[in-house]
């Protein structure tokens, strides 16, 4: 039986809160013990054997969802058509592990890391096995959700339990695995319950592989836009600049993680309109002053983070504070405006471009300018995506944002500035200097928005009135 949509976003919700308490747990300790060095060979071997993940996969678990969800009421076209999916999921498996080993054995530079790749690689098998695609079809989000907090619970316990002294980088990447695929173990026999999954040789291949290699080549562009950064900083850089670059990313990572395809289906120009500008006057409101933020207090986050030994990531963390204002608006356009009408096309052709554009810069700076490159470089490909998103989106939005909002964001702001920098020459404890900047910059902002009337501020403050009206 279907979930109702709000039972199933607040679990996704409480999903994504968990993917991001969860690294602020085990980052930190992890970084303290390994040390920059060592936890720059887990980090670059894991971005190694991404790829190799992402060439398992190929496209067939975003297929598997769109097509199966066909088959919800029928167990035995459900079984036959995860039976496809399955088999040729191991076959792309056995591929990939196969190019694993020619690479390792040819590939001098991993040669260094096989104790790491060999157990990274696990991840490889266990997603294959573990069919989440099957839970996705039945709306399993209770169960997702479940399990992965247990898993994840587990695992932080096992940190700190085994991880002890900075050689045990191995034990940390077996522990990385086992919190992000370990659960799918579970999967393959509660799969059972939905449909019989078993490798066969009747698949229709001509259906199903064109629908899947599609899927693949958007995936791997994102790869390219995402992940080129640390795999060649690895390459061409040291497990040092590596170490001190994930720190960064890291955290970058943790801060950047509906109607509108209804009202775009219909051709309901005027309310899609209306949306799309009351998400884009919202982001500026939160996404300003997080950037800010964060851009101010960037040495005091990686010392709360991973401690004095990583303080060269500060830059490469400033640099991509600024990529996160980018990356969000670029989203906007992406999810927002282009994909409820129908621009897969294009979404992937801008996903090429900016991935392609990331790993020939990240190829050209990467030799002289390290973890600051990388950081670099990452700016310019979110910056290359939002704009051939919102060129790619005219005709289908048309933005208005508020002179109010964004002038009393503006104010804001530079009183975020003037907290930051006063809290700071106060030289108090790292962490009570964090919380002393973050209160008073939130009541600095807060204030001035109210200040100068700030409209969004004042709509949601009417809607909560008018809601403790009707409770009261």
Not at 180 to 187: D, E, I
Request: glycine letters at 6%; a positive charge.
């Amino acid at each position: 039986m279907k979930k109702s949509l709000s039972f199933n976003a607040a679990m996704s919700a409480f999903k994504t809160l968990m993917n991001i308490i969860f690294p602020l747990i085990t980052f930190p300790y992890a970084s303290n013990v390994l040390q920059v060095e060592n936890l720059g060979k887990v980090n670059f071997a894991s971005s190694v054997c991404g790829y190799f993940l992402l060439f398992a996969g190929l496209g067939i678990s975003s297929y598997a969802v769109r097509e199966g969800s066909r088959y919800v009421n029928d167990r035995e076209k459900l079984s036959a058509f995860a039976s496809e999916m399955f088999s040729i999921n191991m076959i792309s498996t056995a591929l990939t592990y196969a190019a694993l080993a020619v690479t390792m054995l040819f590939w001098t530079k991993l040669h260094a890391y096989t104790d790491l790749m060999l157990v990274l690689s696990l991840q490889i098998f266990f997603t294959t096995i573990g069919t989440e695609w099957v839970f996705t079809i039945f709306e399993e989000y209770t169960y997702i959700t479940i399990r992965g907090l247990l898993f994840q619970v587990l695992s932080i316990f096992m940190l700190f339990a085994f991880v002890k002294t900075r050689d045990d980088y191995c034990i940390y990447a077996g522990i990385t695995v086992f919190a992000a695929v370990g659960a799918n173990v579970l999967n393959f026999f509660r799969a059972r319950r939905y449909c019989t999954i078993r490798l066969t040789r009747k698949i229709d291949w001509k259906k199903h592989l064109k629908p899947i290699l599609i899927i693949f080549a958007s995936t791997l562009a994102t790869t390219l836009y995402v992940s080129s950064d640390t795999t060649i900083l690895g390459i061409l850089g040291t497990d040092y600049n590596v170490g001190i670059y994930s720190v960064a990313g890291k955290i970058y990572g943790i801060v950047k993680n509906p109607r509108l395809s209804h009202y775009a289906g219909v051709g309901d120009k005027a309310n899609f309109n209306k949306l799309f500008n009351n998400i884009f006057n919202a982001l500026i409101v939160v996404v300003a002053p997080a950037v800010v933020g964060l851009f101010a207090l960037s040495r005091e986050v990686v010392l709360f983070i991973s401690g004095e030994s990583y303080l060269d990531a500060v830059m490469p963390l400033q640099i991509l504070s600024l990529a996160l204002i980018v990356c969000l608006f670029g989203w906007l356009y992406n999810s927002c405006a282009l994909l409820p009408c129908g621009r897969e096309k294009e979404l992937f052709w801008i996903t090429l471009v900016s991935g392609l554009l990331n790993v020939g810069l990240n190829i050209l700076l990467i030799p002289r300018f390290r973890e600051n490159a990388a950081a670099f470089t990452t700016l310019l490909a979110e910056l290359c995506s939002m704009m051939l998103c919102i060129r790619c989106s005219r005709g289908l939005v048309t933005v208005s944002a508020d002179r109010r909002t964004v002038g009393s964001v503006l104010c804001g702001c530079v009183g975020i500035v003037l907290v930051c920098t006063g809290v700071k020459a106060l030289a108090l404890p790292n962490l009570i200097c964090i919380l002393a900047a973050v209160l008073g910059s939130v009541a600095a902002y807060a204030a001035i928005l109210l200040g100068m009337k700030n409209p969004l501020v004042l709509e949601y403050l009417e809607k909560a009135k008018q809601k403790f009206r009707k409770i009261s």
